[in-house]
């Protein structure tokens, strides 16, 4: 079993610990009630959605700086992961926002700075696909992914700037000792998950590219 199998079946285990203590072990909060578990999911797949599109914008500095294909393709990988972050992290939202606040969708500024990041990054990907050179969609890419960063410290500081229903950020620190190590072990467990789905997916990228620049075979 090699490293990168390793580490899938490990974020395997740690999502499935942090949903059984999260569902039956520890108690319900006491103002939210049982939707409150919905945070030890939640509260992780957001702060690793915004892990991954700090990846692209790392990868997007080093394309520009290095010009190696390699570090383009690592962005790429990680903002189709993001990407399915962010959804998750709505769809989730609304499922806990549904029996807090009474509505499914609230047009709170982190709600809608986080919905922004959808065609934010689907229009990153999008602008991948209308060039057939490597290097000019790498480059393309890389101005995106760097200008794109910008919103993910908005929705982080939305709380913050704006009049929101949104409670502030959840963290160890403004949750009680078990829960706030509960939130840290499911970003753990998610991280590992991120980091294996992105580079399988960068695996696979870097064979679509290979074939990409072999040219069709000459039958």
Request: net charge neutral.
């Given at each position: 079993m090699?490293?990168?199998?390793?580490l899938?079946?490990m974020?395997?285990t740690?999502?499935?610990?942090?949903?059984?203590l999260?569902?039956f072990?520890?108690?319900?909060?006491?103002l939210q009630?049982?939707?409150?578990?919905?945070l030890?999911?939640h509260?992780?797949?957001?702060?690793?959605m915004?892990?991954?599109?700090?990846v692209v914008?790392l990868?997007s500095?080093?394309y520009?700086?290095q010009?190696?294909?390699?570090?383009?393709l690592?962005?790429a990988?990680?903002?189709?992961v993001g990407l399915?972050?962010?959804?998750?992290?709505?769809?989730?939202?609304?499922?806990?926002g549904?029996p807090?606040?009474?509505v499914?969708?609230a047009?709170?500024?982190r709600?809608?700075t986080?919905?922004?990041l959808?065609p934010?990054y689907?229009?990153?990907?999008?602008?991948?696909?209308?060039?057939?050179d490597?290097?000019q969609?790498a480059?393309?890419a890389?101005?995106?992914?760097?200008i794109a960063?910008v919103?993910?410290?908005?929705v982080y500081?939305?709380v913050f700037?704006?009049?929101?229903?949104?409670?502030?950020p959840s963290s160890?620190?403004?949750?009680?000792?078990?829960?706030?190590l509960m939130?840290m072990?499911?970003?753990v467990?998610y991280?590992?998950?991120?980091?294996?789905?992105w580079?399988?997916?960068y695996?696979?990228?870097?064979t679509?590219l290979?074939?990409?620049l072999?040219?069709p075979?000459?039958?």
């Amino acid at each position: 079993m090699n490293r990168l199998t390793t580490l899938g079946w490990m974020s395997i285990t740690l999502i499935a610990v942090v949903g059984v203590l999260g569902l039956f072990v520890l108690p319900a909060d006491a103002l939210q009630g049982e939707v409150s578990r919905l945070l030890y999911v939640h509260v992780p797949i957001a702060w690793v959605m915004m892990l991954a599109f700090f990846v692209v914008f790392l990868m997007s500095i080093l394309y520009l700086v290095q010009r190696r294909l390699k570090w383009d393709l690592l962005a790429a990988s990680a903002a189709e992961v993001g990407l399915v972050g962010a959804i998750l992290t709505l769809v989730l939202g609304t499922l806990w926002g549904r029996p807090t606040w009474g509505v499914w969708w609230a047009w709170d500024p982190r709600i809608t700075t986080t919905a922004l990041l959808v065609p934010i990054y689907a229009g990153y990907l999008v602008v991948r696909s209308m060039s057939e050179d490597p290097d000019q969609r790498a480059r393309w890419a890389a101005v995106i992914g760097l200008i794109a960063f910008v919103q993910v410290p908005i929705v982080y500081l939305s709380v913050f700037w704006w009049r929101s229903l949104h409670q502030p950020p959840s963290s160890p620190q403004s949750m009680w000792g078990v829960y706030g190590l509960m939130l840290m072990l499911g970003f753990v467990a998610y991280a590992g998950a991120f980091a294996y789905l992105w580079l399988r997916r960068y695996r696979l990228a870097a064979t679509e590219l290979e074939l990409e620049l072999s040219g069709p075979e000459e039958g």
